[in-house]
C-alpha cells in the first residue's frame, strides 16, 4: 500500500515540484488549495502525512490567502485527527514569519519546516518527508522508505510508546 500524502497548497507554480518528489519516492497524494477543502479531505479520508502551505485562502474561490487561515488549519487537523497522530511538514516561502511563529506551530502540531522554492540537493523536500516519516508508524511506512535505525512506534493501551536508539518515551 502506498502511503498517501494531503497538500495543502494555492500556488500552482509550486505544485509540480511536490509532485515530482512525492512520484519519486513512491508517494500519492490528495491536493486542497484552501482551508476548508482540506477540512473536508480531512475529515473523510487518512493520510501517512499532510504538506502544508501557510499561506493559504479560508474558502474555495476566495482569494485573500493568508497565513493565519494556514495555522488555524494547522490546529484543525490536531482536533480532527488526534494530536500528533499525523505528521505535518509546514511548507513556506516567509521564512522570517515562520521563524517568529515556530514556537506556536511546534505547539500546534508542526513536525517540521521546509522552505519554499524546495532545493534540489542537500535538505530536499524528499528529505525532509523521509526524516518526518523515519517516526511513523511502521504499518504505515514502505520497507523500502525504512532506514535500518528508524523510530519504530507501538500503540498500546493507555498511550503511544515510541522508541528512540537513545530512549523510550510515553505520548
Do not use: W
Not at 504538506?51 to 480532527?80: T, V, W
Amino acid at each position: 500500500m502506498k502511503l498517501k500524502a494531503l497538500v495543502v497548497e494555492d500556488d500552482d507554480r509550486i505544485i509540480d515540484s511536490i509532485e515530482d518528489s512525492l512520484f519519486s519516492i513512491g508517494h500519492t497524494h490528495d491536493r486542497a488549495t484552501n482551508q476548508h477543502d482540506a477540512q473536508e479531505l480531512l475529515q473523510n479520508h487518512d493520510y501517512g502525512y499532510v504538506l502544508l502551505d501557510l499561506q493559504i485562502p479560508a474558502k474555495p474561490h476566495r482569494g485573500g490567502a493568508d497565513k493565519e487561515f494556514g495555522c488555524n488549519l494547522l490546529r484543525n487537523i490536531q482536533q480532527i485527527k488526534g494530536h500528533g497522530r499525523v505528521p505535518v511538514i509546514v511548507m513556506t516561502g516567509y521564512h522570517s514569519d515562520c521563524l517568529d511563529l515556530s514556537t506556536e506551530l511546534i505547539a500546534s502540531g508542526a513536525s517540521e519546516f521546509i522552505a519554499k522554492p524546495f532545493s534540489n540537493k542537500g535538505r530536499t523536500l524528499a528529505s525532509v518527508i523521509r526524516k518526518v516519516l523515519g517516526g511513523v508508524s511502521s504499518a504505515a511506512v514502505p520497507a523500502a522508505m525504512k532506514p535500518e535505525s528508524a523510530n519504530v512506534r507501538r500503540v498500546f493501551t493507555g498511550g503511544e510508546l515510541v522508541s528512540y536508539d537513545d530512549r523510550v518515551a510515553l505520548l
